[in-house]
């Protein structure tokens, strides 16, 4: 009986350990952002240029955040509301561009709008609503 107990034992520990809430990987806080470059490289703006939307979290000491949504460049406020990130008013250049860009700067504004959380998924940071469901899938800028 005791050889069975100690690896359920190691294998309950193992498991406790590499579990996080959910499944999903914790949440990231403010603090862990600053000083970050993100390229959202599945929102296609359909520019010529080929530039991808971006998003920067501002230096430790700056509770903001700055960018490009695609035409335009944005910047705006990033804080903590409790355990919530909160992203937000964005305020914006105001070039226009083709048609493409401008709904890609929109669908940007609004996924930022609603950012509630962010959370690391291999190299990836993922912005994700109040229910946790995935807004942005950020890839570290270069």
């Known amino acids: 009986m005791k050889k069975l107990i100690l690896p359920f ?3 309950l520990a ?3 350990c590499s579990s996080t809430m959910g499944g999903k990987s914790a949440m990231l806080s403010l603090d ?3 000083g970050t470059s993100w390229v959202a490289s599945e929102v296609d703006p359909g520019r010529s240029d080929g530039r991808k939307p971006t998003v920067v979290f501002g230096a430790k000491d700056a509770p903001e955040v700055t ?3 695609g035409c335009n460049n944005f910047f705006g406020g990033a804080r903590m509301d ?3 990130l909160k992203i937000g008013p964005l305020a ?3 070039m226009m561009c083709e048609d493409g860009a ?3 700067e929109r669908t940007m504004h609004q996924k930022l709008d609603a950012t509630r ?3 690391m998924d291999g190299d990836k940071l993922l912005l994700v609503d109040e229910a946790g469901a995935v807004l942005l899938r950020l890839s570290p800028a270069k």
């Open 92 to 94: 914006q250049s105001m």
């Open 9 to 11: 034992v190691a294998a």
């Open 32 to 34: 862990k952002l600053k």
């Open 117 to 119: 959380g962010a959370r």
């Open 102 to 104: 401008m709904k890609a």
């Open 14 to 16: 193992v498991a406790a």
């Open 67 to 69: 960018g490009f949504g």
């Open 82 to 84: 409790g355990d919530k």
